[in-house]
């Protein structure tokens, strides 16, 4: 089962009428299969982990501002 998710949150603290600032933490999951291979000619199941996956996290702060219709 190929599964892939992923979760953000933060909290937003207005500095101006048009501008956040705040902190930002976000989690990413790939826990999809593998498919590698080699120049040898081996069998591509000989390289796939069943137990392969993959996250990211991340932690950082974030500034937001609001041009009319335009966030730069």
Excluded: C, I, K
Excluded at 32 to 42: A, I, L
């Amino acid at each position: 089962m190929d599964v892939t998710s992923s979760m953000s949150m933060g909290w937003n603290f207005p500095l101006y009428e048009q501008v956040t600032t705040g902190p930002v933490a976000a989690l990413h999951y790939d826990g999809t299969t593998t498919s590698m291979y080699n120049e040898f000619g081996d069998s591509t199941t000989t390289l796939t982990d069943p137990l392969w996956h993959a996250s990211v996290s991340t932690l950082g702060w974030r500034v937001d501002s609001r041009l009319g219709d335009l966030r730069p």
